[in-house]
């Protein structure tokens, strides 16, 4: 398993983002025999309020988390939990069966489960010389 390294631009990016009122939810990206497995963190979100696609093998997670309450003072100390939109774009690491794609939200956990492409196997052709 290799980790992805630290960089401050892909950071800059993420504040520019919190800055113009939305957000990147993270991710968990794995695979197992059959598929690649996306878990993405959505607490405090509908399900209704999210929407899904995949298109060419790159995966498209957005929607919005509506604001429960606002202290009207805003006399935060921190505030770190985004209310607005939110989007997610990832490419996948292999290519996947979109159209058999599913999808489970428990918990404020997102479990996308998208199949494998199904490889051809090779197949050898034994061919026939004839002698004249």
């Known amino acids: 398993m290799s980790l992805i390294p630290w960089t401050p631009l892909l950071d800059t990016f993420s504040n520019l983002e919190q800055e113009i009122g939305s957000f990147a939810p993270a991710v968990n990206i794995y695979e197992n025999q059959n598929n690649v497995i996306v878990e993405a963190t959505l607490a405090g979100i509908k399900p209704e309020d999210v929407e899904i696609s995949v298109h060419e093998d790159v995966l498209t997670i957005e929607g919005s988390r509506k604001s429960t309450s606002e202290v009207e003072e805003k006399n935060y100390y921190r505030k770190e939990v985004r209310s607005g939109s939110f989007h997610r774009v990832i490419a996948l690491p292999i290519s996947v069966q979109a159209n058999k794609a599913k999808a489970d939200f428990q918990n404020g956990l997102l ?3 998208l199949p494998k492409e199904t490889k051809t196997k090779s197949k050898n052709i ?5 002698k004249k």
């Open 111 to 113: 479990k996308i489960i």
């Open 126 to 130: 034994k061919i026939d010389i004839k």
